[in-house]
């Protein structure tokens, strides 16, 4: 079955075509009143968590502050707050980084973990200075002055999804723009930080960097130059299987077919499966992966609750332009808008594939471990089929998803709206929740744990 369960990396890797335009208010309040028409239009119930009337409340606020003249950054800010406050990670606006592209160089210098909770900023990096240095996981206190907590619960307040814990980190990977737009003070940047106990004020701009130990990485999607999995063996009659997206299902099933293979050949008895970091993408990858890991018929989604609106007729369109429609599409597109359809789905049926995995299996997940990788987690933890290590998944058992596109008609702000809600095989109305450790602990820690519950099992066959 495919659901194309899009991660929210898409939004975050496209490059804004329009530059600093400015606007009128009037028409600034006509874009915020369009984006709440398309979300209630396309959106099976946009308000499980916040309220209608909070929403529409904090639309009507949010007007009355539009400025004359705003531009479009300024505007942005303003709505991709309100979107926010819905908390379906597939509900979102694109980020506006054309501009902030062209200044980039003067940007914040350092890659850094958000988190909720004390330590708020981490640096991710060692970093070596004209005068001096810091090391990795060194605690930022504060940026100009600005205190680390109040940065991260800004940010947070941007960032879609349905957990404050996933929204934080999730944020870290485009900590340069939010900083930026939200504090635009670019090319000096003082730091209060904790550097193992010693604490100190450095002051610094891109050009006093040395070395970091990795070159910063643009917002924008860059080249891949490394395969998104990889299959090792850190101990032996051990195989480490990393996975960093669902993206592509043709690249995923030759590498399976290869990996299973192998580990087939080497008689691998243990499996590690990482999808830390991993958001996801199509979940025909994660049905394929399923089928060299499980013995019987299964799914990964028990029902789908499906919403019609002209948006998800317009993509159906768009998909189909100099096609013939089929029986399904016609019967789609003469349904009335605001339509609700339940659909249960069937068990993939098991494929005869000659190198099956029959061995102990370890899958190791965290808050960023989201989508049709957390649905994925999912299956893997209803089955039974191992241990499940790590953190709670940002992907959620009960959420919503295949996306549908709009544009919001005076600033042109590309919009996206969840058109489904997802209830995963297992999780039933009311588990708002991702998918719960067997074994919790943090992401880092994760590996480690997993090794060591394959070292036990190994001396204990002794």
């Known amino acids: 079955m495919n659901i194309l369960r899009l991660c929210p990396i898409f939004l975050l890797t496209a490059l804004n075509v329009f530059g600093q335009q400015h606007f009128k208010a009037n028409a600034l309040k006509r874009d915020l009143d369009s984006m709440v028409y398309y979300i209630e239009a396309a959106h099976p119930n946009p308000y499980y968590r916040y309220s209608r009337l909070n929403f529409h409340n904090d639309v009507e606020k949010a007007k009355q ?36 592209e062209k200044d980039k160089a003067n940007a914040f210098p350092f890659k850094v973990a958000l988190n909720i909770n004390k330590p708020y900023i981490r640096l ?92 910063r990485t643009s917002i924008a999607k860059p080249e891949r130059t490394i395969a998104p999995f990889t299959l090792t063996f850190p101990l032996a009659g051990t195989a480490l299987m990393k996975l960093d997206d669902f993206q592509d299902l043709e690249k995923i099933k030759v590498f399976a077919d290869s990996a299973f293979s192998d580990l087939n050949n080497k008689k691998t008895a243990n499996l590690i499966i990482d999808l830390r970091g991993n958001l996801g993408g199509d979940s025909d990858v994660g049905d394929y992966l399923l089928q060299y890991l499980l013995n019987k018929p299964f ?35 003469l349904k009335p808008n605001g339509m609700l359809d339940t659909v249960k789905n069937q068990n993939e049926e098991i494929l005869q594939l000659p190198n099956r995995f029959s061995g102990k299996v370890y899958l ?26 790590g953190e709670e998944t940002g992907g959620m058992i009960l959420s919503f998803g295949d996306i549908v596109p709009a544009t919001l008609p005076e600033t042109k702000l590309p919009l996206v709206v969840s058109s489904k809600l997802y209830l995963n095989i297992g999780a039933d109305e009311h588990d708002w929740h991702g998918v719960i450790p067997d074994i919790n602990c943090s992401r880092d820690e994760a590996l480690q744990k997993a090794l060591g519950l394959i070292g036990h099992v190994t001396k204990s066959r002794r």
């Open 65 to 100: 502050h539009l400025a004359e003249g705003m531009d479009y950054t300024s505007f942005y800010l303003v709505a991709q707050k309100l979107v926010a406050k819905l908390q379906d990670g597939h509900i979102d606006l694109e980020m506006p980084l054309k501009q902030f």
């Open 124 to 215: 991710q990096e060692n970093v070596k200075l004209k005068h001096g240095g810091l090391n990795k996981n060194a605690e930022i206190i504060s940026i100009n002055g600005i205190n680390a907590k109040k940065i991260v619960d800004d940010i947070v307040a941007l960032v879609k999804g349905e957990t404050a814990d996933f929204r934080a980190s999730y944020g870290s990977k485009s900590f340069d723009f939010y900083y930026d737009v939200l504090y635009p003070k670019k090319g000096f940047y003082e730091l209060t930080y904790n550097d193992k106990g010693k604490m100190g004020t450095v002051k610094v701009s891109p050009k006093d960097i040395i070395q970091t130990d990795k070159h």
């Open 299 to 333: 799914r990964q989604y028990d029902r789908v609750l499906e919403k019609n609106s002209q948006l998800l007729k317009n993509r159906l369109l768009a998909h189909r332009t100099g096609k013939t429609l089929s029986a399904e599409d016609s019967t789609l597109l």
């Open 364 to 389: 190791l997940v965290s808050n960023q471990t989201f989508s049709s990788a957390a649905d994925f987690a999912q299956a893997f933890s209803h089955y039974k089929r191992g241990k499940v290590i």
